[in-house]
């Protein structure tokens, strides 16, 4: 399994990004998708996660400004990021687990970097 993120840039406070990670494996309709990120000198944390059956999940502190879809025709998931702030500042990293398996492993892609200027 690949996932190759990116989208990722230098944006203004208040401005908008939107994110792409395209995966490689089969029956990518049966994966749940995430978004995570990694601020500097922060631990990891969920910001967006997509179930295989397309119900989402967010952080509090992203609630209402982002926004997780998927497009399993084309093996992708997006992140739209809209009035962005300062502290969205960090590496966006996508997962992706199998449906029921979640607990036991997981995929990783490399990040890509979102700098949001105040």
């Known amino acids: 399994v690949q996932l190759q993120a990116s989208g990722g840039g230098l944006v203004q406070a208040e401005g908008s990004l939107n994110l792409s990670c395209a995966a490689s494996?089969?029956?990518?309709?049966?994966?749940?998708m995430a978004w995570y990120r990694q601020a500097p000198g922060k631990q990891r944390e969920l910001a967006a996660r997509i179930f295989s059956g397309g119900t989402t999940d967010y952080a509090d502190s992203v609630n209402g400004r982002f926004t997780i879809s998927r497009d399993n025709a084309k093996n992708t998931v997006y992140l739209q990021m809209n009035s962005l702030k300062s502290e969205d500042t960090g590496v966006y990293l996508c997962?992706?687990?199998?449906?029921?398996?979640?607990?036991?492993?997981?995929?990783w892609g490399r990040g890509t970097q979102v700098t949001v200027s105040s």
């Open positions: 997962n992706a687990c199998l449906k029921g398996f979640c607990d036991r492993s997981s995929y």
């Open positions: 494996m089969r029956y990518f309709n049966l994966y749940d």
